[in-house]
């Protein structure tokens, strides 16, 4: 079975760091871009970054570049986010979410079910 | 990087056609053939029903079907279901590695 499981979610003061990890299992995790997606409470879903099989291609979304980093171990099968410098309205529900292929054009399939990050003081 | 525009809400009654639109720009819905829709029903994981602007992954109901004219995409649910009362995205690549959402429409079943 195809799955990916969060983990690392908590809460967290302003300014604070944390690290998310998804842990994919049931395909060959190095032959897929992964993505990272939230949802602040009440708000839509948001692309926060992408990484390619290879981590060669690395994106993010404006709101968290510079603060945010992206990562992935193949050997481990795992995706990460570390989150720098967080800040209120990081609040959200963070998925991991699988593309289609080694390439990223928003077919996400599978999502992990989610990890809760609260960044208050 | 702005949002897609979705309408906020939209209704209809069971057996009913409704059709949600998404409207961006010539950088992302119109530029590229790489639409997508996902189900989400408040607590539980989005789901996929549409990529490539009108492609049903397996599994998925050919009553939900998509389209796109210019910078609006659509998506077109008919034989309405109380089971399809939910929030419904649509999803466009804007390039170089990025994607877009849109903000979301709640589905109303009557």
């Known amino acids: 079975e195809v799955q990916l499981v969060e983990s690392g979610g908590g809460l967290v003061k302003p300014g604070g760091s944390l690290r998310l990890s998804c842990a994919a299992s049931?395909?060959?995790?190095?032959?897929?871009?992964m993505n990272w997606v939230r949802q602040a409470p009440g708000k839509g879903l948001e692309w926060v970054s992408s990484?390619?099989?290879?981590?060669?291609?690395?994106y993010y979304a404006d709101s968290v570049k510079g603060r945010f980093t992206i990562s992935r171990d193949n050997a481990k099968n795992s995706l990460y986010l570390q989150m720098n410098s967080l800040r209120a309205e990081d609040t959200a529900v963070y998925y991991c979410?699988?593309?289609?292929?080694?390439?990223?054009?928003?077919?996400?399939?599978?999502w992990g079910q989610g990890t809760l990050v609260t960044v208050s003081s | 990087q702005s949002a897609l525009t979705q309408p906020r809400s939209v209704s209809g009654s069971p057996g009913e056609s409704v059709t949600i639109s998404c409207t961006g720009t010539?950088?992302?819905?119109?530029?590229?053939?790489?639409v997508s829709w996902y189900q989400h029903h408040p607590g539980k994981v989005p789901k996929v029903l549409i990529y490539?602007?009108?492609k049903w992954p397996s599994g998925v109901s050919n009553r939900f079907s998509g389209s796109k004219s210019g910078n609006t995409a659509s998506l077109t649910i008919s034989g309405l279901q109380p089971e399809d009362d939910a929030y419904y995205y649509c999803?466009?690549?804007?390039?170089?590695?990025?994607?877009?959402f849109g903000g979301g429409t709640k589905l109303t079943v009557l």
């Open positions: 490539d602007v009108h």
């Open positions: 990484i390619s099989s290879s981590s060669s291609y690395i």
């Open positions: 979410a699988r593309e289609s292929g080694d390439y990223v054009e928003g077919w996400f399939d599978p």
């Open positions: 049931g395909f060959t995790f190095s032959s897929y871009s």
């Open positions: 999803c466009s690549y804007a390039g170089t590695y990025r994607v877009v």
């Open positions: 010539s950088s992302d819905v119109g530029g590229f053939e790489y």
